[in-house]
């Protein structure tokens, strides 16, 4: 390992070290983000399981503390309170679900469920003589929980998909793939005091219109009582997510891979196998678009494809969706479309107009994305475009930091920034200790 590159490693631990709370979890950074986040506790844990499995494993049992009774997981759980951040607890007002924990006070919406091939990779991780498999068991069957939640509540045409009702869900919060939604909703200016735009240039954050579209939605969920059926009745946005569903495939056959090193939950084990095949399927049918050559989202509420291209895309490789035959054309995609003088990879289609390089979701890198697509290559076998994305990725971060996100552009004109948004980042750090670390393959 290069010097530089040892340095980073122990910058990066200590990042996770520092922002660790004495609840045993860990915030994304400081001021920001100062609660806890589902699919980022997801990917910290990836990290600690390097240096720390105790601090990995405290990351997903924290989380899973919060779990309700009908198996969901929330977004974001408020393990402390804080004043830096808004929508907080007051808004959300997850007590509404009778679902919802009487002890820990969450959001009402979810996000990406990257837990189930969190915890496989954890464990594998782990020496055996660290965890046992009474805990492995125990963790896994909460994770079902949270699976079969989406099948029962968030299935209604029984596809094996789930639907999202909020962007939020999505982890790909103000992506330009919205804009048509929010073109069909007529809704009220929100007269709050945001939080985020303290933190870091308003000018790259979602604007105040957007936020009205958020704060609408999350309004309508808590009328709904937080209940899907309702929500499913009412609500302007229902979306199929290519990312969402591509997490909640790759947790699936991960978690049918733990019971059967278990040698238990065959009933459980035929049901994930049940809905995978379902939900790739339904996939490959219905959120594929040929003439793009990729994974779009669908609109249920309008019965339609949303035609934009972004880094969720191509995420159903990691899940193993697609034919050898179609996840060639993906990648050939991928490389049109974004690997042309920008690192990979971008959140959104850097020949699209609405591509914007340094505002949050329409077109910055995100290295928990560039992971994620890591995986889906290496799944696939190829292994040098894999390489390509796993140097791009650690370059962003030698060059500008441990920063939430990253402009793209590969030429930056004198005194431009490369890192933008929070700083000291827990996923970025994580990850990259992961990716450090991955040295059996590209």
């Known amino acids: 390992m290069p010097p530089s590159d040892s340095l980073l490693l122990d910058q990066a631990q200590q990042i996770l070290m520092s922002n660790r709370q004495a609840g045993g979890y860990t915030i994304p950074c400081q001021g920001l983000y100062p609660f806890q986040w589902n699919w980022d506790s997801g990917f910290i844990a990836l990290g600690y399981a390097h240096f720390n499995i105790e601090a990995a494993v405290s990351e997903i049992k924290t989380l899973l503390d ?7 997981i929330p977004h974001i759980v408020f393990q402390q309170p804080s004043d830096t951040y808004f929508p907080g607890p007051d808004f959300q007002r997850a007590d509404l ?26 464990f594998n991780q782990a020496e055996a003589s660290t965890l046992d498999s009474s805990l492995l068991e125990e963790l896994a069957l909460k994770i079902f929980k949270n699976i079969a939640y989406f099948y029962q509540n968030r299935d209604p ?84 997510d290519p990312l969402f569903n591509s997490m909640l495939l790759a947790s699936n056959a991960a978690l049918r891979r733990i019971f059967k090193s278990l040698g ?64 060639l054309i993906l990648v050939k995609s991928l490389q049109q479309r974004f690997a042309n003088e920008h690192y990979l990879c971008a959140s959104f289609d850097p020949t699209h107009p609405l591509f914007h390089p340094k505002k949050y979701w329409r077109g910055p890198v995100w290295i928990n994305l ?12 190829f292994e040098d475009f894999a390489q390509r994305l796993k140097t791009d990725t650690l370059q962003l971060i030698q060059e500008a930091g441990f920063y939430e996100y990253f402009d793209p552009r590969k030429k930056l004109s004198p005194g431009q920034k490369r890192g933008y948004g929070g700083q000291n980042f827990s996923w970025t750090a994580a990850l990259f200790i992961d990716l450090l670390n991955d040295h059996a393959n590209p």
């Not at 919060?66 to 969901?72: E, I, K, L, R, V």
């Not at 560039?370 to 076998?381: A, C, E, F, S």
Request: proline share 8%; hydrophobic share 30%; glycine share 6%.
């Open 264 to 327: 238990k939950h065959p009933e459980k084990i035929s049901y994930l196998e049940e809905k995978y095949q379902l939900g790739k399927t339904s996939m490959d049918q219905k959120l594929y678009a040929p003439d793009q050559g990729a994974y779009v989202y669908f609109d249920l509420r309008n019965n339609k494809q949303l035609p934009y291209l972004s880094s969720s895309s191509y995420t159903p490789l990691m899940a193993g969706i697609p034919s050898p035959e179609r996840a």
């Open 157 to 240: 045409n029984d596809e094996g998909l789930a639907f999202i009702f909020h962007n939020w869900e999505s982890g790909t919060d103000n992506s330009p793939v919205w804009d048509d939604v929010w073109k069909t909703m007529d809704v009220p200016k929100y007269k709050v005091q945001r939080k985020d735009t303290t933190h870091v240039n308003p000018e790259l954050r979602p604007t105040q219109r957007e936020y009205d579209h958020y704060l609408y939605l999350i309004d309508l969920a808590k009328e709904c009582g937080y209940v899907e059926e309702e929500i499913f009745k009412r609500s302007p946005l229902l979306i199929q």
């Open 66 to 72: 919060a779990q309700w009774s009908n198996g969901f």
């Open 370 to 381: 560039n992971w994620i697509l890591y995986q889906g290559l290496k799944h696939y076998g």
């Open 97 to 122: 679900s009778p679902y919802a924990h009487p002890k820990f006070s969450s959001s009402g919406i979810t996000q990406p469920p990257v837990l189930g091939f969190v915890l496989e990779r954890i």
